[in-house]
């Protein structure tokens, strides 16, 4: 090592050699056959190309080759194309600063010819005889430009990729390894613009062909056929706009959540970023509802002004910076927030007896999947066996619902009264009136003017019957069986009333009634300069959940009241993850997240318990309430507090009409 620096030292500055210097800078962009598909197929998109063909074998290694129908390059241009920091789409500082191409360093082209032997073909006319074909083959040597016919458009062929270079090669994987990777790089282009037709195919074989189209129904198919139609099945739908951001696109529901954070796409101004801010934006509008050690699912849009996110953070160009980050992540997180909350039965229910347009048709569907009570209606019709059997499906129609809650007040017509008349809850709703003779929370929260606004029941109505139906049995004194215009619900009672509690806590803690105390002796922490500053910036922040932070010296901190729930907790850690995410995200969430821990287990243990019988008021209490309450589909520690089946499942279950 000793040898090898002296001899670095004595050597005189020069320019390198320009192969050597290519391949160095293929070193950034040139990871594996996956990052050179990217680069070839980013440059197609922005030749404004309506059709792309991307064509591979043996995973990539042996051979890429992408084509599209783009504007083309031409001859005169096409030695440049394999020169470093040679582009077409930026010509000044100005373009720079809002670049709203995908590729533009220049450095694609000559960093992959540098590793590979590449073949160039080109036409900037509509006749396809006047092609151009250039080759460069990894060493150095001028570009030999000559004729070939093309159709209008651009092919980039690249044959044996690290051929010249064994010691890159070897650390390549399987075959099937590299595809993989070739085809997410896929997914996330074909995701990112809808507008144009895609093609993949692998050693002869076609894996996707996706065609064009930018409505939403076009969307969705597509959608469905690189992410599978449970996605789309258990997605919500979003589409929001504030302070010149617009955020549109899907996000799963909580409970369709999955081991790895491998269907998690976000794209800034249609580019694919993997961003720590829009990251933790996201991970904390699920904090509440997510199963632990469970990943998000979604497919998010955010468009914003080009001018106000720097994209040339990253060689990769996979990380973005905004320029007021703060209100990029409150946005994210409050839309997100407000959208996850909203999913609950009852949300959607003035559009289902409409008729759905046909382009809508899809949109819709996921729209109420979306509340997890989508319609699966069949009509009614005669069979000739005599029984009343179910056809194809229809929506359901007013004497439907008549016929289903006659059907229920002559089960049970003790409860007629309440089926049109909803009974106003008791204070703190459920709690008090079905865990009479329990365990009791901490405190019982008392409704207030925002909990009533919230929660009072709707006009009657004859012709509608609630999402979650109605009561028919407890089943041992765990679930609560209910039926539905559609079929069966059947509802964890303790998970459901568990959530209910929770977010009648949550409300009363957070809506400016959160109880602080002051110390008798002040906490002091030794701090940095940086945590001092922070510290001295976010009064507010520290101040809206009770914690009053003083600066005592240009080091110190002291903690002088705190929120009276957390009177007991290790504050010290607690208030130096705050200035850390405070500095890095402008925002914390930590002393929140620990008050509702709390709350959580207090709701847990002031919820109706498992083996309690109630009564069917009580149960149907307790579903009018999982109505009305935000996030109710799953219990505080993200696990789903009902299901549904309908008809047609039953049916299937017992080979009904097959």
């Known amino acids: 090592m000793t040898m090898l620096t002296e001899t670095a030292t004595q050597r005189r500055i020069r320019v390198l050699d320009p192969r050597l210097a290519n391949q160095i800078a293929a ?26 063909e991307v064509e591979l074998e043996a995973g990539g290694a042996r051979l890429i ?26 010509a000044s500082l100005d373009e720079l600063e809002g670049v709203a191409s995908l590729g533009f360093r220049g450095e694609a082209l000559a960093s992959i010819s540098s590793v590979s032997r590449l073949e160039l073909v080109s036409n900037v006319d509509e006749d396809p005889r006047g092609g151009w074909r250039v080759v460069a083959e990894g060493r150095q040597m001028e570009p030999r430009v000559t004729p070939a016919p093309h159709p209008r458009g651009t092919s980039v062929t690249v044959r044996d990729l690290f051929f010249n270079t064994p010691a890159r090669r070897k650390f390549l994987r399987t075959e099937k390894t590299e595809y993989g990777h070739v085809e997410e790089a896929f997914r996330r282009l074909a995701l990112s613009r809808f507008d144009i037709a895609w093609v993949l195919r692998h050693n002869q074989k076609t894996v996707h062909q996706l065609p064009p189209g930018d409505d939403a129904a076009a969307r969705e198919r597509r959608i469905a056929a690189l992410l599978g139609k449970g996605f789309l099945d258990n997605a919500l739908h979003l589409d929001l706009e504030a302070g010149g951001l617009r955020l549109w696109g899907w996000v799963g529901l909580p409970t369709h959540s999955r081991a790895q954070a491998d ?3 976000f794209f800034v101004n249609g580019r694919v970023v993997r961003d720590r801010l829009v990251a933790h934006a996201i991970r904390q509008a699920y904090r509440d509802v997510l199963f632990h050690g469970r990943h998000p699912v979604f497919v998010l849009y955010l468009e914003v002004d080009p001018l106000v996110v720097d994209v040339n953070v990253h060689p990769t160009k996979h990380e973005v910076r905004f320029r007021d980050g703060r209100m990029v992540h409150d946005f994210l997180f409050s839309s997100l927030h407000r959208a996850l909350a909203e999913a609950r039965p009852g949300e959607q229910e003035a559009a289902d007896d409409e008729a759905v347009p046909a382009q809508d048709a899809a949109s819709h569907a996921v729209r109420e999947s979306a509340g997890r009570w989508q319609q699966q209606p069949m009509a009614l019709h005669q069979r000739s066996d005599g029984e009343a059997g179910r056809g194809s499906p229809d929506r359901v129609t007013p004497d439907r619902v008549r016929a289903f809650m006659d059907g229920y007040r002559a089960l049970h017509p003790e409860h007629e009264e309440q089926l049109l008349t909803p009974q106003p809850a008791a204070p703190g ?10 365990r009791q929370a901490a405190f019982t929260p008392s409704k207030t003017a925002a909990d009533t606004s919230r929660q009072a029941p709707a006009e009657p109505d004859a012709t509608r019957a609630p999402p979650l139906g109605y009561a028919i049995a407890q089943l041992h004194g765990v679930y609560i069986l209910a039926e539905t215009e559609r079929g069966l619900v059947m509802v964890d009672m303790h998970a459901a009333h568990e959530r209910i509690v929770y977010e009648r806590m949550k409300t009363q803690v957070h809506d400016g009634r959160l109880d602080a105390q002051p110390l008798l002796v002040p906490v002091s922490l030794a701090a940095s300069a940086a945590e001092v500053a922070t510290a001295e910036a976010e009064r507010e922040a520290f101040a809206r959940f009770g914690v009053e932070l003083d600066v005592a010296g240009p080091e110190t901190l002291l903690v002088r009241q705190l929120p009276t729930l957390l009177i007991d907790a290790d504050v010290e850690p607690l208030i130096r993850d705050m200035l850390a995410d405070l500095e890095r995200y402008g925002r ?12 959580a287990t207090m709701a847990c243990h002031g919820s109706v318990r498992a083996n309690r019988r109630l009564t069917l008021a ?3 209490a307790l579903l009018r309430d999982m109505e009305r309450t935000e996030r109710s589909g799953q219990c505080n520690h993200g696990r789903p507090t009902w299901t549904e089946m309908s008809m047609r499942e039953l049916d299937r279950l017992f080979l009904r009409g097959q």
């Open 27 to 52: 070193g950034e962009v040139v990871e594996r056959p996956a990052s050179v598909a990217k680069e070839l197929v980013e440059n197609a998109i922005d030749a404004g190309s309506r059709r792309i």
């Open 65 to 90: 080759r992408v084509r599209d129908d783009g504007s083309g390059i031409a001859e005169d241009d096409l030695p440049l194309a394999l020169s470093r920091h040679a582009t077409s789409k930026i």
């Open 263 to 265: 269907q998690q796409y």
């Open 429 to 438: 709703g459920v709690a008090a009136e079905v865990a009479r003779g329990e």
């Open 588 to 599: 914390s969430d930590r002393l929140e997240a620990h008050i509702n821990e709390l709350l």
């Open 618 to 620: 009580e149960m149907n």
